[in-house]
Structure formats: C-alpha cells, structure tokens
C-alpha cells in the first residue's frame, strides 16, 4: 500500500506540473481587475457516458446518464472559492460487467444494477495571471448500490484554468486538474474501511455567453478518467465523458 500511494502521489505531481505549463503557455492575458467582489450560483447538466475497465481481466463496462448540479463561487480581487454539489444514477444489466465492489459481491437479484454516483467538491483558487489561475480542490465521489453498499472516493487535486474574452459577449474557457484519492467502504453491519487509492486527471473546454452583465449561458466538452487500485488487486480504468451545459448569474458588490 505504501509503495502505491508514493506512485499516486508522484503521478500526481507530475500531471500537475504539466497541465501548469500547458495553459500558461497556450493561454493569452485577459485581465481580471474590475472584479472586486462577486457572487456566482449556477445549475448544471451534464449528459455523460461512463465506461471503464478492468486492467487484470479486460472486461469492460459502460452506462449513459444525465449528471445535475448546483454550485457556487465567491470572487474577492484575485482570490476565490467554490463549491459544487452533483449527483446522477446509472443502470448496468446483471449479466454484464460493472464497476467493481472490492468488498463485496452484488446481491444476486439486483437487475438492472443501479449505481447512484455522487459528487462533492471545495475549491480555492487565485488569479497568478491575468486570466490565469491555480486552485487546489478538496473532492469526494460515492458510488451507492441498492442495499446501501457504498464506495468513496476522497481526496485532494489541484489543477490551472485559464479563460479569453473575444468580444463583449463570448469568452473561451479551459481547465486541467489532477488529483489522488483515498478509497473507502461502507456496508451493513461493519465499519468503514479503506480498501485502496487512485489518481484522477480532469479536463474541460468551453464557451460561455453573456446574455447580459449578469446572466451567462455556456457550454463546454468534459473529460475525467480515474485509475483506481483496490487492496484485492483489482485495478479499474473509470472515464466519463460528456458535454456540459450550464447558467450562472454573476452579483457583482
């Protein structure tokens, strides 16, 4: 276990460091300094297929859902923080493979198997750059079966965005993050227990349009993968992939 969660660790430094240098390179100045302070709530939906497979055996899994999400972000000056809660639940037929349960078999007459994935995540970040900033992010991801079995995935990322305004009305968005997670499980009658660790990369490009100085509509490809390394040797590739739409409405103080 603690030679994998050095390798985790040093996987994520390094995927870190090059997202860093991918978007300050690519990425032109656009200067933040007329936020002062502001306060953004938004909604998203987020169409998306999960897949994955297992490394060992080469069996493979893939369900389609549409993921929903609230979320929040505070600007004062360069400095801000966010939060973002967003859930969806997938269906996979009993006869196929799906996501493993490291500590536990699927009760025989689940079918379809139904998955509720949740997500959490708590971000700070500063504006280094003109339109160029760094956040680190606390996130945690639960995967839920029907008879209350329950696997978490927690831990701490960081990642760059970077964002350019064309003209008064659209403006081109990125980001790029990396994170390394700590596996947990919970079940009836025993208590949680760590079952493993993973590494996760995350990438978004968007547009967004400014219906007027305080409503925006926008819309952006999003990729994450996830490896994860159960205790029983498991090893699982996850990805989800979509497109996300969203609105936000910005109050400026």
Do not use: C
């Not at 945690?140 to 064309?166: A, M, N, P, Q, R």
Request: proline residues 3%.
């Amino acid at each position: 276990m603690y030679k994998t969660k050095n390798i985790s660790r040093n996987l994520f430094v390094k995927l870190f460091t090059t997202a860093a240098l991918l978007v300050a390179v690519l990425s032109p100045g656009l200067s933040s300094a007329d936020v002062q302070i502001s306060i953004t709530p938004g909604a998203v939906i987020f169409p998306n297929t999960w897949s994955g497979e297992n490394k060992d055996t080469g069996e493979k899994f893939s369900s389609s859902a549409t993921n929903l999400g609230i979320n929040l972000k505070f600007q004062w000056r360069d400095l801000y923080t966010g939060i973002s809660l967003a859930g969806s639940e997938y269906e996979f037929k009993a006869k196929d493979y799906s996501p493993a349960r490291p500590s536990a078999i699927i009760p025989l007459k689940d079918d379809p198997v139904k998955i509720k994935r949740g997500e959490f995540d708590l971000l700070i970040g500063y504006y280094v750059w003109d339109m160029v900033s760094l956040f680190v992010d606390l996130r945690s991801k639960s995967l839920k079966w029907s008879d209350d079995y329950e696997i978490t995935y927690t831990g701490l990322g960081g990642g760059v965005t970077g964002h350019y305004s064309f003209s008064s009305k659209w403006t081109i968005f990125g980001s790029l993050g990396a994170s390394s997670l700590d596996i947990k499980s919970k079940e009836r009658g025993y208590n949680e227990r760590n079952i493993g660790d993973g590494v996760g990369t995350a990438a978004e490009f968007g547009v967004l349009f400014r219906v007027t100085k305080m409503l925006n509509l926008y819309g952006a490809l999003k990729s994450q993968r996830q490896e994860y390394r159960y205790d029983n040797n498991i090893t699982e590739i996850h990805d989800i992939n979509g497109v996300r739409f969203g609105v936000s409405t910005v109050f400026s103080l």
